[in-house]
């Protein structure tokens, strides 16, 4: 997974700002219209959107309703002529901040950086009855502590944070256990059997950790 997937048409901004946001430290991928992004997105998902509005093929609003039909990925959307309507609409159909062109790209580079923060201080997350007390590494079900290792509490965190959305088999383990790990690929299949033993009512019919054959998980 990707950290910024740029959605942009204009070529020149779109290179620009990709190099800036690499320099930064981000993983960037583009897209220069609404189709191939939807692509991009569908297949190697991001942790961030920055979204114009007007574009070829499907339009940013297009995107913006498909992201938020099964995910919380952040979305900046970007404009020339962002109006009062188009604020009203982006931020209803669930943009989580605007931009309006021409912008300074520090500016937004700095409101990026800022919904990574908030992101990163989230103390807890939860879903129905899973609780993940982020402070103090617990997974807590139904109200009680649940026996889990360092590597199932990140495993977990990691696709609880992605909700809704599919994460590749890869990107999971080097997230967790780092792309030069001496761990094997089967140990993500291990820790997901375990966690789902722990969480699932029916373990051999998950309903929260989901297995997308052929891709990776998704937690639902």
Request: charged share 30%.
């Amino acid at each position: 997974m990707t950290d910024i997937l740029i959605v942009e048409d204009n070529t020149e901004l779109r290179e620009v700002l990709t190099d800036f946001l690499r320099n930064e430290g981000y993983t960037v991928s583009s897209a220069g219209d609404g189709d191939k992004a939807l692509a991009l997105y569908e297949r190697y998902g991001a942790r961030l959107l920055v979204l114009d509005i007007m574009l070829p093929g499907a339009s940013g609003m297009t995107i913006l309703n498909k992201v938020r039909e099964n995910s919380n990925t952040p979305v900046i959307m970007v404009s020339a002529k962002l109006g009062k309507d188009d604020k009203l609409n982006a931020i209803i159909s669930g943009a989580d901040d605007y931009i309006e062109k021409p912008y300074d790209i520090d500016i937004l580079i700095a409101k990026i950086k800022g919904i990574f923060k908030r992101r990163l201080a989230v103390d807890e997350l939860t879903d129905d009855n899973i609780k993940l007390d982020i402070a103090h590494e617990q997974i807590l079900k139904d109200g009680q502590v649940i026996d889990a290792t360092s590597k199932e509490f990140e495993l977990l965190k990691l696709l609880m944070e992605n909700k809704g959305q599919t994460l590749l088999k890869h990107y999971i383990f080097d997230t967790v256990w780092g792309s030069d790990s001496e761990s094997e690929s089967q140990t993500l299949t291990v820790h997901i059997r375990w966690l789902r033993e722990k969480l699932e009512d029916d373990p051999q019919n998950p309903k929260k950790i989901i297995t997308v054959w052929g891709k990776g998980y998704r937690y639902e």
